[in-house]
């Protein structure tokens, strides 16, 4: 799969959350690997702020991202937005400290992306593959997030509270596809016992009865509802029963936990990659969110690159027979026995490496180790095949080495282990030559790497 941009840019305006001041955000498409960025134009020198776990510096009604004193408050409704219309690429320029809050929901910024449409570009996705169970847990307040292995993006969500009114609830989003339909517009919520608190926070300047889930579960005198009223400057409203009490009717019954859902995916965006997985959260809030997307950072952070996954099941893209076909390499020197993945600037080989292997013959008797020379020689050959993968006709060509660096051996690689090589293009191809890097890994360790220039040239005759 590809990146993906916009098309072309929109713009959305409204109240902020907590300012209560008419905002403006334009969404611009951007170039490949450029990830999400928010510009504040507001300030001087027009400072930038990467949308990546690490850089969230609150999380109270609202993930806020900054870098030193700058900060772009209650993102996550256009990062979930952005997330599940598989938007890669984008740069919101925004006039103040805050998103707009909009309707309370992503409804809008969805509607804009399907109208301005969607461009795919050359580099592939980079996903994040779940490949054990990964937990946070909140002791205090019961909440947790588990990911579990998949072979997509899917989310469910548990939401409770303590309340007559709203109590348990659940939704799930098992295709991104219906996101628009069935998640975006469900707006954010409030307990009306809630509101002073907040108010007298400026958390919720902008909030009204249009933009947000009221909801009544705790007996009030009507003065005290006026009281209210008052100091969110909305209309006197006298109510008499528990119950949701905005002026708009819900949009679903479980309208709620659709929304802490979007919330969901909004934080789970900052992993800055796409990820394939199932996320099944309880009671979520933006604090435990956000710790969850950070320790995925860390790992992310921590490896350059994840180790590709491997099923023998699976068909490869290039057995044995059609590695031969295209390298001149023969036993004992032809070191992979097939290709399970490539795209357009990446290639994913498979070695396994039996005890028979001519070189343990020596190399040593007593302790068998594969040399390393020959694990280079490996990703070599897998990265001539992605070389020739750019050439029509690529039986008439082959791939020589022409220099190799920053050779780095990790972990011995010993009889009845199976290598998988990662090898993808560092530039772009320039008078036939390639610089690449390449990684071996032994199951989710990197035994191997290295940086290595090829040159493709056609064969004679």
Same mark, same amino acid.
């Given at each position: +799969? ?37 510009? @504040? ?10 949308? $990546? ?25 256009? +990062? ?17 400290? !805050?998103? /707009? ?27 994040? *593959? ?46 991104? !596809?219906?996101?628009? @339909? !069935? ?20 958390? %919720?300047?902008?909030?009204? $009865? ?80 956000? @710790?969850?997307?950070?320790?995925? @950072? ?15 099941? *699976?068909?490869?893209? +290039? ?6 076909? $295209?390298?001149?390499?023969?036993? /004992? ?10 795209? !357009? ?27 390393? *020379? ?81 040159? %493709? ?5």
């Amino acid at each position: +799969m590809k990146q993906i941009t916009l098309k072309s840019p929109f713009k959305v305006h409204g109240k902020g959350l907590h300012t209560g001041v008419e905002l403006e955000a334009e969404f611009i498409p951007a170039e490949e690997n450029h990830g999400y960025k928010f510009q @504040r134009v507001d300030l001087e020198g027009e400072p930038v702020i990467d949308a $990546l776990a690490e850089n969230v510096v609150a999380t109270e009604r609202g993930t806020v991202i900054g870098r030193g004193q700058v900060t772009v408050s209650t993102i996550e409704h256009a +990062m979930s937005a952005l997330y599940a219309a598989g938007i890669d690429n984008v740069l919101v320029k925004i006039n103040g400290p !805050e998103m /707009p809050i909009l309707d309370g929901s992503a409804k809008e910024i969805c509607d804009k992306i399907a109208e301005v449409g969607l461009v795919e570009q050359k580099a592939d996705k980079d996903f994040y *593959v779940v490949k054990q169970k990964i937990e946070v847990k909140d002791s205090e307040t019961g909440a947790s997030i588990v990911v579990l292995p998949d072979d997509k993006f899917s989310v469910d969500v548990k939401i409770e509270f303590d309340s007559p009114v709203l109590s348990n609830q659940f939704a799930s989003l098992d295709d991104m !596809e219906l996101f628009g @339909r !069935e998640i975006s517009a469900c707006r954010t919520f409030v307990f009306v016992r809630e509101i002073e608190p907040l108010v007298k926070g400026n958390l %919720i300047k902008g909030g009204d $009865l249009d933009n947000a889930v009221v909801i009544y579960d705790k007996e009030m005198a009507q003065a005290e509802l006026d009281h209210l009223a008052d100091l969110m400057g909305v209309g006197h409203k006298e109510v008499k029963t528990f119950g949701y009490i905005q002026a708009m009717p819900l949009r679903f019954d479980n309208e709620p936990a659709r929304h802490k859902l979007m919330d969901v995916m909004g934080d789970l965006a900052l992993l800055g990659r796409p990820l394939k997985g199932k996320v099944i959260a309880t009671r979520p809030g933006h604090s435990i969110n956000t @710790r969850f997307a950070k320790q995925v @950072r860390k790992e992310i952070k921590r490896q350059d690159i994840q180790a590709p996954s491997y099923n023998p099941n *699976v068909e490869p893209i +290039m057995d044995n027979n059609r590695i031969r076909e $295209l390298l001149p390499h023969r036993y /004992p020197f032809l070191l992979i026995d097939k290709i399970i993945e490539k795209g !357009e600037n990446y290639i994913v080989g498979v070695k396994n490496v039996t005890t028979n292997e001519p070189f343990f013959q020596g190399h040593f008797p007593q302790e068998p180790v594969m040399p390393g *020379v020959l694990q280079i020689e490996a990703m070599a050959q897998t990265g001539g095949l992605l070389v020739l993968s750019t050439v029509e006709n690529p039986e008439l060509y082959s791939t020589y080495f022409m220099k190799i660096d920053n050779v780095k051996f990790r972990q011995k690689v010993v009889p009845g282990d199976t290598i998988l090589f990662h090898i993808s293009f560092l530039t772009e191809m320039r008078r036939g030559c390639a610089v690449m890097k390449g990684y071996a890994f032994v199951g989710e360790k990197i035994v191997s790497e290295c940086e290595f220039m090829a040159q %493709i040239i056609k064969n004679k005759g």
